[in-house]
Structure formats: structure tokens, C-alpha cells
């Protein structure tokens, strides 16, 4: 492991670094696991530590925090804890433990345990593996279930039979391991993956895990490829019976894509995009609006995240109708799009291929988003009008006129206001 080690950037060297201090100082054996041990030999960029410790996470995650002067968030139920640092960084520390589940996809009933416990309880062989951080074995690899030699043939595999039993969501997180890395689902775990799939088994699983699950594949690189693979399998049914991965939303996936790519070149400035929102809301597509609420309602989206996926289920058409025209005067498209997020707005452009339609959002992202006025309530009262609804409605007529180019300076604003209260 010490070659894999050697290639990381110096700030995650030193983070590990000073975990190995940690661990000898307090006596506790700590060691390097799951994806960060299996993204390091696949050498994919990870920058998030992974860190499974026999004795107590909590204690250690401390003691580590206080070193690295980090923010720390501690899970007391799980015995976890969360390192955040600069430049994305993460530690995720974890007390080794064992898992026992009382009945299909129930919760685990959690225990201390050791390494080799720990490590048996995971999901996938590739996860499985370990790299000790002190004593005599320090960054030897720790790999009890062949998981190197899986991740040499790019192969998914269980570490036993009743593993989608126990916990269903292992079928999309083989399903997004399998995408992301271009591997192949061996044989004996995709027949009971399918398995499980056909028992209805995704349905037993506590929606809002289904969900945190979902929106990992909807942040994968090209989430197509996964809905694509899901639904193939026949694992979408956990949302509606009526949900399909078409062709059409495989095209739209796309269209989004392009259309993400060109928002964050031209608007970097912008606040981040939730594009796998953008995603979700391309997969609801087909469905009316009665089962998209039914949707929501189950997977416990926020407040925010259900308003924009139900306002572009209502209004997209109508909006997509009235900028397919033109000749369209910039203050109507001001007042179409200015309640939008951006997320609907993306979408918006992915859905349509008519050219004024783009033509009127980039205007609208480049000029008329945020637009403000020079004036405000205090050249108003200046002008004697007394503070009330009246503001509101000059201050709206006023904004009219800029997005038009009927008015472009203060003087102009002013006079256009003079002219209001006479009339």
C-alpha cells in the first residue's frame, strides 16, 4: 500500500499522518477502509478518508479534530464521527462494529466489534478491504474477502448470500459502483439482486434511505447510464409502478447534460446547481401530477426541492409555449422566468430545441436576471408619495420600461416616475 500512499497529494498524506500519530498516542489501532482504500488502488481522486477504528470513533475523531483544528460533528447512536476541512476535504471516523439484522431490510442492530467483523458486515468485496495505520502491519492491506482481486477483474460481488436481504439498497449501490466504474455485476450476485428485485424487496426499505440512495445516482458522471440499468433491471417500481426509463428520458438525460455544461462555463459566478434535481425532475416527466405528490410525499423531499419539481410540472408547457414565439418583449420574459430556479430554467432549455426559446433564457441569465433599479423608496418619498402599495406598483412599471430599454439611466427612471404620478 506504502506506492499507493506516496501518489496522494501532501495534504491528505499529512492528514493520515497525523491519524497514525493519533492512534499510538491513545492506543487504539486505527485503519484506512472502504471507498477511499478502494478508489487509492484504483487511482481515482478521492477526498474523503474513510477511517474504521477498534475502541471508540468518537474519542479518536477528537482527539484527531483537535490536531488538525477541524469542525466536528459527532453521531453518538452510530459511534461516528465527521472531520470537515478546507478544499473538500473530509474524515469520516468510524468504532469498528458489528451488524445484525433481525429481519429483511430492518435496521442493523449495532455492537462493537473488530476489524474483521466490521469489515464483514460491508456491502461489496471492493469495500471490504482495510490498511492498518500503525504496529508491525502499518499500510499492509487488510483483504479477508479478495476484494483487490475484484477490483483487478472490475467485478461486483457480495460478501454473502443474504446481503440484498438485509439491506435492498445494495442493489442500486451495486448498480451505481457497476456504472461508475464500468464493471460487471458477477454472475451469482446479479441473480440475487435480481431476486430481490422481483420479491419487491426495494418497497421494504425506508423511503428516505431509497432516496439518499437515488440521489447518489443522479450525482454519478452520466446518471443516464444508471436509470438506464435500473430500470432494466426492473428497479424503478420502488417509486411508482408507472415509471419507465424511455428512450425519450435517456435523450432528455443528455440534452440536460449539454445544458448543465453550458450553464456552469457561461454562469460560474452562479450559485451551484442541485443537477441531479434537474434529473428527477426529467424522470417525472411522464407521470401526472397526483403520482409526481405521491413521489414526493414518499421520498420526504425538502420544502424547496418539492415546489420546484411541482412548478415544473404545472408550468413548463405553458411557459415552453410562450417563448417558442417571437418577437417576444424582454419584460414577458422577465416576468416567465424571474420566479424559476435555475434548475427549472435548465431544463426549460434541455426540453425544447426551438432557438428563440435559448435564445430568451441566455438573454435573460446574462441581462435581465436580477435586474435593479437606480431608484428606490427614498427618491419616492423625495417626490412626496407616502409609503404604501403605490411603491410596489411604480416601482413595477418603472422595471417594465428598463427591461424594455425605454429607460437606462436614474434620470431617465426618475423622469419616467414624475410622469407616472401625473397620469
Known sequence: MKRY???????????INLAAQVSQDIGMPAYLVGGFLRDLILGVQNFDIDITVEGSGIVFAQALAKRLKSDLRIHERFGTATLTLGNCLKVDVATARLEKYPSCASLPVVSSGSLKEDLRRRDF???????????????????????????????????????????????????RFQQRFNFKIEPKTLKLLKQAIEEGLLKKVHSHRMRDELILMLKEIDPSKQMKRLNDLGGLSFLSDKLRFTKSTHDLFKLIDKEIRWFVKNFSSRRKLDSWLIYFMALLKSLNLAQVKIIILKLGLRKGEEKRIINDHQNSHKI???????GVRPAHIFTLLELLSYEEIILLRASSQVKCLKKYIKDFLEIYNGMRLFVSGHDLHGLGILPGPRYEKIFAQVLVAKLNAEVKTRSQELALIKKLIKS
Open 125 to 175: 468485496t471492493i469495500n471490504a478491504m482495510a490498511a492498518s495505520l500503525v504496529g508491525a502491519d502499518e499500510h499492509k492491506l487488510i483483504d479477508p474477502f479478495g476484494g483487490q482481486n475484484d477490483l483487478a477483474s472490475g467485478r461486483i460481488r457480495i460478501l454473502h448470500d443474504l446481503s440484498f436481504r438485509d439491506d435492498p439498497t445494495r442493489i442500486l449501490r451495486a448498480i
Open 5 to 15: 500512499l506516496q501518489k496522494l497529494p501532501a495534504e491528505l498524506k499529512e492528514i
Open 320 to 326: 415552453t409555449l410562450s417563448l417558442s414565439k417571437r
